[in-house]
């Protein structure tokens, strides 16, 4: 199995900044696509950004120039860096892996992290 685990939520006020991080653990052979999602309240989930095992990265228009992804595939761990967050930006994030087992490429989710961007 493989787990995914985030950290790094939490409250914030418009314009200040977060940084969340997800570890992938268990039994694989590599990670490939690591990404984070994000569901408001009452919405569907969406892409936020993702990064590639070479570090190509893509990113929704909402949040270009704000937001940066990167990892460290050594760690097998992906990271958000978010600034200037506003308050359209709350939702749980979740941390999304491709990790290459035994059984061949899974699609794996972590169960997501609280970001609130309030006053």
């Known amino acids: 199995q493989v787990q995914l685990v985030e950290s790094g939520g939490g409250l914030v006020q418009p314009g200040g900044s977060l940084r969340l991080s997800c570890a992938a653990s268990?039994?694989?052979?590599?990670?490939?696509?690591m990404g984070w999602y994000r569901q408001a309240p009452g919405k569907q989930r969406e892409l936020v950004a993702t990064?590639?095992?070479?570090?190509?990265?893509n990113y929704t228009s909402s949040v270009k120039g704000r937001f940066t992804i990167s990892r460290d595939n050594a760690k097998n761990t992906v990271y958000l860096q978010m600034n200037s967050l506003k308050p359209e930006d709350t939702a749980v994030y979740y941390c999304?892996?491709?990790?290459?087992?035994?059984?061949?490429?899974?699609?794996?989710w972590g169960k997501g992290t609280l970001v609130t961007v309030s006053s």
């Open positions: 999304n892996a491709g990790a290459v087992t035994y059984r061949g490429l899974m699609d794996c």
């Open positions: 268990g039994r694989f052979f590599s990670i490939s696509t």
């Open positions: 990064i590639t095992s070479g570090g190509s990265t």
